[in-house]
């Protein structure tokens, strides 16, 4: 069964203020930062209530 996580706006504002000060640095890093993070929200199975 296929899941869907919906990232809320304050996520998504977050995220990329965290790969813009990565990228400060590295822009390098900073993209495999967000491969790294967008590929391990994607495998991860929600939390069943």
Do not use: G, N
Request: aromatic share 14%; hydrophobic share 45%.
């Amino acid at each position: 069964m296929a899941h869907h996580i919906k990232w809320s706006p304050h996520s998504i504002s977050q995220f990329e203020e965290i790969c813009e000060f990565i990228a400060k640095d590295s822009k390098h890093y900073a993209a495999l930062f967000a491969q790294k993070i967008v590929f391990i929200v994607k495998r991860s199975k929600p939390f069943l209530s």
